[in-house]
């Protein structure tokens, strides 16, 4: 069975940082096109990063680019996206998914909730 399970989201103040982590189980990360993206109360998905298998490539949304970075580890099988310089618009509900950006972005996790505020 496909599990994804979210962590380490929680209140930073703006411009602090927080890591992510993804969790995966079922499937190993290295092998598929991993995705990071929030959701903010009343808003539909934003992709955030998406991984390709073995790291041959990663992209970033331009909100984002130069201030959170993505990263995988292998043995852990787990995912991780690592914020910096966090700015209040960072606030929503972070999930990873299995799956490249223009999708439905499922497998999914449930969520860990990031909230930027002072």
């Known amino acids: 069975e496909v599990q994804l399970v979210e962590s380490g989201g929680g209140w930073v103040q703006p411009g602090g940082s927080l890591r992510l982590s993804c969790t995966a189980s079922g499937f190993m990360l290295r092998d598929y096109v991993m995705t990071w993206v929030r959701q903010a109360p009343g808003k539909g998905f934003e992709w955030v990063s998406t991984i390709r298998p073995r790291g041959s490539s990663i992209d970033y949304a331009d909100s984002v680019k130069g201030r959170f970075t993505i990263s995988r580890d292998n043995v852990k099988n787990t995912l991780y996206l690592q914020l910096y310089s966090a700015k209040t618009e960072d606030t929503a509900m972070y999930h990873c998914?299995?799956?490249?950006?223009?999708?439905?972005?499922?497998?999914r996790g449930q969520g860990t909730q990031v909230t930027v505020s002072s």
């Open positions: 998914a299995r799956s490249p950006r223009f999708t439905d972005y499922y497998p």
